[in-house]
């Protein structure tokens, strides 16, 4: 159980356009889902949370009118990079807590972006 | 505020040697703390977990972490490594599971 997807699971768009990644909770409800984003060699950075219904709470330094979180269920949020560019390209992962806590994050398989 | 530091950005072991991945944390409240691995490309899968209770905990894969209160310490120890487990391992932290802080990680190889 508590398994999480995501799609695409590689994604290569043109600079200028926009990508949206998919965070599905496959077998929960998720209360919660967070995003990272993870350079590579490094740590996994959090980007956002969000929670169903409400608008996402973005880390400080993230900008929210180019990474566009939804979550309109408790199964599926969504992340959309705007007007995307070649420093854009990064790892993106997310998961989803389950529980009233959400310290049990479930991750999912990430998305390889690349902006050319 | 919180903070997670990982001993070692890259460790090599031998086949059937002692894994011994170590890991600090800061934080103000009792944390919970968290070992993940991370294979190439994939996204990351839970090895432990400490939240209260046992300090010794057990994990998958033969892995276990010890609480030390008194050292801020959260070490992944398996008495003997094998090949498959050549990865990337995390070690974060989540005071009252809000806020999760990843540590930079910590690359294991495992030579034949």
């Known amino acids: 159980g508590a398994v999480v997807s995501q799609h695409p699971s590689w994604v290569i768009c043109k600079s200028g356009t926009s990508v949206k990644i998919e965070c599905r909770s496959l077998?929960?409800?998720?209360?919660?889902m967070f995003w990272y984003r993870q350079f590579p060699k490094q740590s996994l950075m959090l980007m956002a949370t969000s929670n169903e219904g409400s608008k996402a709470t973005y880390e400080q330094g993230v900008e929210k009118d180019k990474f566009l979180i939804n979550h309109a269920s408790l199964t599926l949020s969504t992340l959309t990079v705007t007007s995307a560019h070649p420093e854009d390209s990064s790892f993106y992962i997310c998961?989803?807590?389950?529980?009233?806590?959400?310290?049990?994050?479930?991750f999912g398989p990430g998305t390889r972006l690349t902006v050319t | 505020a919180q903070s997670v530091t990982q001993l070692g950005s890259h460790v090599s072991v031998s086949e059937g040697a002692l894994v011994l991945l170590r890991c600090n944390y800061s934080s103000s409240v009792p944390p919970y703390l968290f070992w993940y691995v991370q294979y190439p490309n994939q996204g990351l899968q839970l090895l432990l977990k400490y939240t209260t209770g046992a300090t010794l905990v057990k994990g998958i894969n033969g892995f276990e972490a010890e609480f030390k209160k008194s050292e801020t310490s959260f070490h992944l120890t398996k008495p003997s490594a094998h090949m498959s487990d050549a990865a990337e391992y995390f070690c974060a932290s989540s005071a009252y599971g809000q806020n999760f802080v990843f540590g930079p990680g910590t690359r294991l190889s495992v030579l034949p």
């Open positions: 077998d929960f409800q998720a209360t919660t």
């Open positions: 998961s989803a807590g389950r529980g009233p806590n959400s310290y049990e994050q479930y």
